[in-house]
């Protein structure tokens, strides 16, 4: 069981994620150059997974309690 401090962090590193997969499409949109876009593309959806894994850890731990 995680303390609320490790739940507050763990809630920042979310919305850190969250602002990462952002900015990462957000440039990629600007970009005309197709390596870099694929690369910030690639980047945004390894950040959006992280993002996705931890939800999911973090649903099914409150679901156990």
Do not use: Y
Not at 5 to 26: G, I, P, R
Request: proline share 0%.
């Amino acid at each position: 069981m995680l303390s609320a401090k490790e739940l507050l962090q763990v809630e920042d590193f979310l919305t850190a994620e969250q602002s990462c997969v952002k900015t990462l499409n957000h440039f990629a949109n600007e970009l005309s150059d197709s390596q870099a876009k694929q690369m910030l593309q690639q980047m945004a959806q390894k950040n959006q997974q992280n993002f996705q894994t931890i939800s999911r850890h973090l649903n099914a731990g409150q679901n156990l309690q």
